[in-house]
């Protein structure tokens, strides 16, 4: 047999005139190589947490179902709080305990995102960014949005206008059946729109109609846990996976779109630019860019387009989604809708539009929101995170490089955490005597640390806002023997899968 070898080695090298000292030096430089690599990868299993196995190459990612979330938290329960797969030629950690995720919010070596963008072949944005380039555009980003209202009683004034449009807006569509979802979107948007572009637009405006579907558009296709963790971790197969995925080219144009029109809203402003001071984030970013205009940054019109889509994407969709679940839970639970009618009266009355102030003295109001945000769980698996360093978190090692999921699902349905933690019951949100608010640190629908969502306090105010004026205003309700589902959809965001139709219908004391 190893006379057989030989003979055939001999041949070979002969046939293709192969030197054979040349062919020793490359076998042992190779077989180096290949104990190296075996030796690294060895070293690295025995660092990293348990978890399952995978195939070569692939890893798990074949195996991983469309309800992600779910399946994490049931890999969870087998291999412990924390668990490792591989996802192509990246290690994955999953975080799925509410400890071990405070922990890791701490953790400065888990800021990062991963290497490649959100959608392939693009510039990064804020939201992909990492390192000393993030940190940067971060504080600039929070910098401009505090100097032009957010936070701040101006932007709740123009956000209580645009709320009295829309519900101007349900009135009168009364005795019609609403596709809420859709009304509210654009609404919704409008909040974005002003910060971003320095104004609102029409419900019927074509360019703002068309914004928001370009937008949906991605954000309806964008497979983000399976195939963006697919693409990311065997880049060179980026452009095979998107030729087979038939949503690549409706995501890729659509995304484009939508940064077009930023750029014609830069063009805008450019033309108003030298007199005026700084009133959206398109301002601010073209003047942090004349600043910067000699140095070698990321403030360049590439990246003003993409920060201010997806600023728009993600100050526009998310709560929109939390708000479609929040209908839902009224019209499930209309005991629960009295009770913040109830509050209404007491309070603000019917004749005012709410404050966000008003939340102080409204409890029940308060722990409905945070207990939709908790069953929703709008984001079940955060945005990927990538340790930046060897990294521990509850001693399990992380290291460098290897991809962080934070599994707030699982937190959020802890049994050892919440009572009953299936039912949507808002008491588990209220002191005992249901006179005070108690936000739990397992509540953590924003994610958390330095990387916590920049629009959390935006989207708790616009949250609070919609669901008092709609409530104070009409009864929400949907017609008799409709089936209400709470099924679900998952893609990126965890939406309501089958929105029924309602019915607004305006309250004698208006
Ligand atoms: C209910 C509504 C919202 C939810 C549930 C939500 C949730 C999240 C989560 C979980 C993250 C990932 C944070 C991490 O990596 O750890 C995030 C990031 C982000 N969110 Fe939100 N968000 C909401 C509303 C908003 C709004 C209104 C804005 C607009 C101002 C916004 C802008 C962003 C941006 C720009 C990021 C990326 C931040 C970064 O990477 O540094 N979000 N959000």
């Known amino acids: 047999m190893h006379q057989a070898t030989d003979i055939f080695l001999k041949m070979f090298l002969d046939h293709f005139n192969v030197n054979p000292t040349l062919f020793d030096i490359f076998c042992t430089c190779t077989t180096v190589w290949l104990i190296k690599h075996l030796f690294n990868f060895i070293n690295r299993l025995q660092k990293l947490p348990p978890g399952p196995w995978g195939l070569p190459i692939v890893g798990y990612l074949p195996f991983i179902k469309k309800d992600a979330y779910i399946q994490m938290t049931e890999l969870g329960k087998k291999y412990g709080p924390v668990f490792s797969f591989k996802g192509g030629q990246f290690d994955v950690v999953v975080i799925n305990d509410g400890k071990a995720i405070e922990e890791a919010f701490k953790n400065d070596h888990l800021l990062a995102r991963p290497n490649t963008t959100f959608i392939p072949g693009q510039d990064h944005s804020i939201f992909e960014m990492s390192g000393e380039t993030w940190r940067q555009q971060r504080r600039v980003a929070l910098t401009i949005l505090r100097n032009i209202g957010l936070g701040k009683s101006t932007l709740e004034e123009k956000i209580k206008e645009e709320i009295g449009l829309f519900i101007d807006s349900l009135k009168s569509a009364q005795g019609k059946l609403v596709d809420f979802?859709?009304?509210?979107?654009?609404?919704?948007?409008?909040?974005?729109?002003?910060?971003?572009?320095?104004?609102?637009?029409?419900?019927?405006?074509?360019?703002?109609?068309?914004?928001?579907?370009?937008?949906?558009?991605?954000?309806?296709?964008?497979?983000?846990?399976?195939?963006?963790?697919?693409?990311?971790?065997?880049?060179?197969?980026?452009?095979?996976?998107?030729?087979?995925?038939?949503?690549?080219?409706?995501?890729?144009?659509?995304?484009?779109?939508?940064?077009?029109?930023?750029?014609?809203?830069?063009?805008?402003?450019?033309?108003k630019q030298t007199t005026h001071e700084i009133e959206d984030y398109i301002d601010g970013f073209l003047q942090e860019m004349d600043k910067q205009k000699d140095s070698n940054t990321s403030f360049n019109i590439n990246t003003l387009r993409r920060n201010a889509a997806d600023f728009y994407a993600a100050g526009s969709d998310t709560t929109t989604h939390v708000l479609n679940f929040m209908m839902l839970y009224l019209v499930t639970y209309p005991e629960h809708q009295q009770k913040i009618r109830d509050e209404i009266k007491q309070t603000i009355g019917f004749d005012r539009q709410p404050d966000y102030a008003d939340r102080a003295s409204m409890p029940f109001?308060?722990?409905?929101?945070?207990?939709?945000?908790?069953?929703?769980?709008?984001?079940?698996?955060?945005?990927?995170?990538?340790?930046?360093?060897?990294?521990?978190?509850?001693?399990?090692?992380?290291?460098?490089?290897?991809?962080?999921?934070?599994?707030?699902?699982?937190?959020?349905?802890?049994?050892?955490?919440?009572?009953?933690?299936?039912?949507?019951?808002?008491?588990?949100?209220?002191?005992?005597?249901?006179?005070?608010?108690?936000?739990?640190?397992?509540?953590?629908?924003?994610?958390?640390?330095?990387?916590?969502?920049?629009?959390?306090?935006?989207?708790?105010?616009?949250?609070?806002?919609?669901?008092?004026?709609?409530?104070?205003?009409?009864?929400?309700?949907?017609?008799?023997?409709?089936?209400?589902?709470?099924?679900?959809?998952?893609?990126?965001?965890?939406?309501?899968?089958?929105?029924?139709?309602?019915?607004?219908?305006?309250?004698?004391?208006?």
């Open 365 to 510: 109001t308060m722990a409905f929101i945070y207990e939709s945000l908790r069953m929703s769980t709008l984001v079940p698996l955060n945005v990927l995170r990538r340790a930046t360093q060897d990294t521990k978190v509850m001693n399990y090692s992380i290291p460098k490089d290897t991809l962080v999921i934070l599994n707030f699902w699982a937190v959020h349905r802890d049994p050892k955490l919440w009572n009953d933690p299936h039912s949507f019951k808002p008491e588990r949100f209220l002191s005992e005597d249901e006179t005070t608010v108690v936000k739990s640190p397992y509540l953590m629908p924003f994610s958390g640390g330095k990387r916590i969502c920049p629009g959390a306090t935006l989207a708790l105010i616009e949250l609070f806002l919609y669901l008092v004026s709609i409530v104070q205003n009409f009864q929400v309700s949907v017609p008799k023997r409709t089936k209400i589902s709470d099924e679900s959809k998952y893609l990126f965001l965890r939406t309501v899968k089958n929105p029924v139709k309602l019915n607004f219908h305006t309250l004698n004391e208006n």
């Open 181 to 271: 979802s859709e009304v509210n979107g654009l609404s919704v948007a409008n909040n974005i729109s002003i910060l971003m572009f320095g104004h609102r637009f029409e419900y019927n405006d074509p360019f703002g109609i068309e914004l928001r579907h370009n937008m949906k558009q991605v954000s309806d296709n964008v497979d983000y846990f399976t195939k963006f963790i697919f693409t990311t971790s065997l880049s060179f197969l980026i452009p095979l996976a998107a030729h087979f995925s038939s949503d690549h080219e409706k995501v890729t144009s659509n995304q484009k779109d939508l940064e077009d029109k930023v750029t014609i809203e830069v063009a805008k402003h450019r033309e």
